[in-house]
């Protein structure tokens, strides 16, 4: 925060970035109020906010492809900025392969390469082979790498300078560099520019399933395991959305989905790791094997923090350990109207919007409060932590710090992964993994145009359909390196009804229609900066089932989430052959059984009535017979 700021300077340098207006109640303001909007405009870097709003605006319209702008040869140029963060890592990277036999095959190595020459080389080609195979049948076509280097081959211009060809686009929004002004793009909606040809489908080559590699999968999970074990492995959950399309305010994990127990999605995560630990500890840590630890970074925003943490301590962090959940928060942005000037929310304060799950990466290096000065990439290093699983709160599914995902990623010398799973129809509501502009990246259904949305392959299945599931892998080496290219990424647009107020009478407005814009960054926008991303297709009945909408939706709601939650787990008792009656719900606790292991007691068991297992004594379970 700025100490105390000055009303002139302040109101000559909004007025140079052409945003005087956000002083236009200030002489009316009590004292208070006064300071409180001066220091507002004194923590904000409104230069920035003009320069992001370009940005995205010119994203958005096509005048240069929105997908991976800054690995275009001319953005090279001109910043040399992305030129040197990229031949510094894949200098690095060279350095790993040395070290570690094959690790990073490129696309274009993949089949020439010349005949391995190690041990460890030949038993990765091999697995190479098994998996473009078994991942050819089931999402992709072709066969190629099973790591993808990302290859910049568009000469187009940068987004982060005006120097586009007017040609690209008939509306241009520009900061004159001599003022520093904004000239203001027209409001009416952009022009439809097809960047159709800009996307990809995902190669064959650079991801796995687990849906036809039992023998791998087993291998992966056990290596993801040891890395528990090791307590190398972090979760980072995303919980800073507000659930609006929930209809709700309240932060998302705090949501009971109805089931049996009343766990709400806090609960399940939190004992998923506690389980998991357990497992590791068991399975792979030896005789002696100590505890291993799951440390559970929590991302929350400003409209989620308070409530976040409360509930925690409420529940007394769910069994974990406290010093073991770590909040942080992630940043804001001011919401503009759709010529860029920042809205106020009222007459002395501006109105702001979380930045995005994409925000996660500035707030990484943040102190995680004003009263703690830790940061979440010290703690990760200070813990020796290697690998983090980053994860979506509202599947009820997911597998957190799922051992198959770390493992396969770990195994893949990969420094980034994404977990994915088919996607069912062109209109579903997810994004998908695809090649943008020649590097990876995340298509968002709201970006996919329909005829990509609905283009089939020779099998006959969507040619789009690797959906990103809001699950994410990095090495921590990885993690510390976004910083250098952070200032790079996109942002995009998210048009919404901003309560603000009227300029001339300072009357608090709340529009039927959306009435301005939120700027976010998107959590995979890294992906077209990784030198080696690793994608894993898993199953959907057993890994994702988000909760999005409100009750009695058609999809993605509450009653959704149960049932998919409570048909796993009785798919998992008959597993073993055990059975539950007609018409009774049984929940087995995450406690019990991470993914289905460890039910084997449950054999020949019937259950009569249904309700929540906590646990598989018999005396337990004589509540249920
Ligand atoms: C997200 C993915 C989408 C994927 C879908 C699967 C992104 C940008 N999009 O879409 O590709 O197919 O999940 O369910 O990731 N969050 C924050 N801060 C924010 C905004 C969101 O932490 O400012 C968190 C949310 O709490 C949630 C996650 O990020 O855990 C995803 O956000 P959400 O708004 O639900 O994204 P979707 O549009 O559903």
Known sequence: MSSSPSYEALKARYEAANQGHLLSFYSSLPPSDQASLLQQLADLDVERVNRIYVKAIESEQGITPKNSPRLKK??????????????????????????????????????????????????????VKEVAESFGAKLLNGVGALVGTITGTSSSSSPATNNHSSSSSPVKATIDESNGLLTTPSPTPPPHVDESDDIEPLPASCAASVLTSPSLTASWRTTGLEAIAQSQVAVLLMAGGQGTRLGSSAPKGCFDIGLPSSKTLFQYQAERIRRLEEVA???????????????????????????????FREKNFFGLQEKDVIFFEQGVLPCLSESGKILLSSTSSIALAPDGNGGVYSALRRPLSPTDSRTVVGIIAERKIEYIHAYGVDNCLVRVADPTFVGYCITQKAECGAKVVPKTVPTESVGVVARKGGAFGVVEYTELPKAKAEQRDANGELSFRAANIANHFYTTTFLNEIDSFEPLMAFHIARKKIPTVDLET?????????NGMKLEMFVFDVFPFTETLAVLEVERVEEFSPLKNGKGSSSDNQETSRRDLLAQQKRWIEAVGATVETGEDVEISPLVSYAGEGLEALKGFVFKKGGAVESLDKEALSSFA
Do not use: C, D, H, Y
Not at 102 to 119: H, I, Q, R, Y
């Open 74 to 127: 001319t953005t090279l140029v001109e910043t040399g900025t992305l030129e040197r963060v990229r031949r510094e890592r894949s200098e690095s990277l060279s350095e790993r392969e040395l070290e570690g036999g094959v690790n990073a095959l490129s696309f274009s190595e993949f089949g020439t390469k010349s005949t391995p020459t190690t041990t460890t080389e030949e038993s990765v080609v091999v697995q």
């Open 281 to 311: 500890r068991k399975e792979v840590g030896g005789e002696k094997g100590k505890k291993a630890t799951i440390t559970w970074f929590v991302m929350t925003s400003g409209p989620t923090r308070v409530e976040t943490e409360a509930f």
């Open 506 to 514: 300072g009357a608090a407005l709340a529009p039927s229609s959306p």
